[in-house]
């Protein structure tokens, strides 16, 4: 058998085990220490998002977010359609109701006219049941790394006055017209999960230019404890910070960010170069003043142009070599969790999902691993 190719397997920079080892050294065990500082710190000065607070997970900013803007039962929250289930699994938490929206086919993120759609549609009749009213949140994602258009997105949520919550998830050092992604919302997040661009083992950070809503959202991710000698509480907390042990980890990666991006981009290039000429075969270019750090290098193929040959081909092909592909994320509104919730757009999403794959994309990829996967598609494709 075939050495085992993943789709994304942490790729730790050297800097790591030495952050961690000052934990032990330092007997810093715990969910406070220099790690968690030097990591927020970093994250603060790499993406010019204003304020981090690093946390237990991505999923944990989203819930955090989602409270620090208001969001409670039976509120709208507008979320991306096109993403992974843990955007949209904290609006549950809350008992708000999920507004799904389609994506447009420049970047695959949120379409702003069918946000706006979404936005007049809850505000002039309700769904759901509920009563008419403008969404808490609005939460667009930029996927694979793709930066969404922001600015029209930022733009119509402001003529409405409602917060928007940046799932940055996938796209630290991703950037639109040199400004990052994670710092154009009210709130920003990103994850460490093991499988992203760059990892703590697991974690995220909620992130803001509001100095005191970072604050609170460190007050609630510790239990939400009152300033008292004993243990007193006014408020319902949570316990998602971050461990100063997995810190030290994620402080190491910082260091290595922007070697990771350049690596992923690298990833893209060649496969775009090596595979685009392929009939039915496309990549996401990137649109005018958009830069992607290409978490995942995804392709769409459609079989009307490629004799029947679709993405389930390649994917099992790749399989069969022991190469982990990944079909394109499947729309929220198409998941049964969730079918009972509004949707508005067209089939830019799940057109994607029908159509898409995402290709072994680590920046710890050898140039033969490349070449194999590569080669594969090729094989596959020209039966
Ligand atoms: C990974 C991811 C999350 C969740 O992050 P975790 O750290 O795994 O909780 C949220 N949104 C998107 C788009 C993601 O890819």
């Known amino acids: 058998m075939n050495k085992k190719i993943w789709l994304s397997s942490p790729h730790m920079g050297g800097t790591e085990e030495k952050y961690v080892k000052e934990a032990f050294d330092t007997n810093w065990i715990a969910p406070l220490g220099p790690n968690l500082d030097a990591f927020e710190r970093a994250i603060e000065a790499h993406t010019g998002c204003g304020h981090a607070a690093a946390l237990s997970s991505g999923t944990a900013a989203i819930h955090l977010a989602l409270i620090l803007a208001g969001v409670g039962p039976g509120d709208y929250v507008i979320c991306q359609s096109f993403t992974f289930s843990a955007s949209a699994n904290p609006i549950r938490y809350l008992g708000a109701i999920p507004v799904f929206v389609d994506s447009e086919p420049e970047t695959w993120n949120m379409c702003p006219q069918a946000l706006e759609e979404a936005i007049l549609a809850c505000r002039d009749k309700g769904c759901c049941a509920g009563k008419p009213a403008l969404p808490k949140a609005i939460l667009p994602v930029h996927l694979y790394g793709m930066p969404a258009k922001m600015d029209k997105l930022c733009a119509l949520a402001q003529s409405f006055e409602i917060p928007v919550i940046e799932d940055a998830a996938e796209a630290i050092g991703a950037s639109l017209n040199g400004k990052s992604c994670g710092s154009f919302g009210d709130f920003g997040i990103f994850s460490f999960n093991g499988n992203k661009i760059i990892t703590s083992s697991g974690g995220g950070a909620l992130v803001s230019q509001n100095k005191e809503a970072v604050a609170k959202a460190r007050f609630l991710a510790t239990q939400a404890r009152d300033p008292a000698p004993h243990y007193q509480h006014s408020e319902i907390g949570y316990n998602y910070?971050?461990?100063?042990?997995?810190?030290?980890?994620?402080?190491?990666?910082?260091?290595?960010?922007?070697?990771?991006?350049?690596?992923?981009?690298?990833?893209?290039?060649?496969?775009?170069?090596?595979?685009?000429?392929?009939?039915?075969?496309?990549?996401?270019?990137?649109?005018?003043?958009?830069?992607?750090?290409?978490?995942?290098?995804?392709?769409?193929?459609?079989?009307?142009?490629?004799?029947?040959?679709?993405?389930?081909?390649?994917?099992?092909?790749?399989?069969?070599?022991?190469?982990?592909?990944?079909?394109?994320?499947?729309?929220?509104?198409?998941?049964?969790?969730?079918?009972?919730?509004?949707?508005?757009?067209?089939?830019?999403?799940?057109?994607?999902?029908?159509?898409?794959?995402?290709?072994?994309s680590g920046s710890n990829l050898l140039a033969r691993d490349l070449e194999r996967i590569i080669e594969t598609i090729k094989k596959t494709l020209k039966k």
């Open 241 to 360: 910070r971050l461990s100063n042990v997995a810190a030290g980890i994620g402080r190491g990666q910082m260091e290595v960010l922007d070697l990771r991006v350049r690596q992923r981009r690298e990833n893209f290039e060649t496969y775009r170069s090596e595979l685009g000429g392929i009939p039915g075969l496309r990549f996401l270019p990137e649109p005018d003043g958009t830069f992607s750090n290409r978490w995942l290098t995804t392709l769409l193929l459609d079989p009307e142009q490629n004799g029947g040959l679709g993405r389930e081909h390649v994917r099992l092909a790749l399989e069969k070599e022991n190469m982990e592909s990944r079909p394109l994320w499947k729309p929220m509104h198409r998941q049964p969790v969730f079918r009972d919730f509004p949707f508005f757009g067209s089939d830019c999403a799940e057109e994607c999902f029908e159509k898409g794959l995402c290709l072994p």
